[in-house]
């Protein structure tokens, strides 16, 4: 089987759209189509079937693209991993989000610029919906992401996945507040990530425990800026334990286990054989 063909149905299985999938691949829905037909010709089986305006896989197709990721990951690996005593180097790309890469990334770099020098790695500041976006469409190697234990992540097949560390979290308020308990909280404006939904399922699920469905009225992705609003009296808010918040901030200790954040360092199967990503991922792990 052609693995380019194997890698459309896998595109397929997720986009569930031959255009989109052909967008993704940056080709044509023409040529998609084609490799889709000669993949079926090749297990001599039906692989798709109208569904609408749009294709569905068979049954026959679902088992092949289930395949698919590990027959793509070998590939991969075997592609990445000619030689892998050999010393790490070349470009590493990562995404992540930014207290993954002030805790784990720079520390990670800063030891290995010692030891191998050959390693170049390059960082973009995302949440994980848009990290895992990049991995998928192979544009980063590397994403370093979280969740919450109240609103666990979803893992993709095809995601190597290294659990790095786990943080508490508790809630934003004013100093003058910081001896009310969540249940206190009912009537608050509330602050929830504007660009990540997990912090504020993971709210969602607290104040259920508490007995009241919060008012979420702001959505903003800066810790900073989160305290400016906390202090400003606008609403409270998901904040870690233990880091240095605004003066003025008080970050409640919450009951029943309380919430916890744990950052991953994710990669696509396969791909951890290439040697500079395999020494970051090693680095971050050992940390």
Known sequence: MDVRR???LLELA???SMHEVADALGTTTSSVSQGIAALARDVRRPLVEP???RVRLTPAGRR???HAVTILAAVDSARLDLDPGAEPVGVLRAAGFASAIRTSLL???DDLRASHPGIDVRILEHEPPESFDLLARDEVDLALVYDYDLAPAEWRDDHQVTALWTREWGVGVPTRDR???MADLADRDWIVNSRHFADERALRSLAARAGFAPRVVHRIDSLELVDDLVVAGRGVG???RGRASRRGVSVLRLGDGGVHLRAYAVTRCGRDSWPPLRAVVRRLSAA
């Open 179 to 181: 001896g009310l308990a």
């Open 238 to 240: 998901l904040l870690p």
């Open 107 to 109: 520390p990670a770099v």
């Open 64 to 66: 092949l693209a289930d």
């Open 6 to 8: 194997l890698r459309m």
């Open 51 to 53: 569904d609408g305006r």
């Open 14 to 16: 997720r986009l569930g």
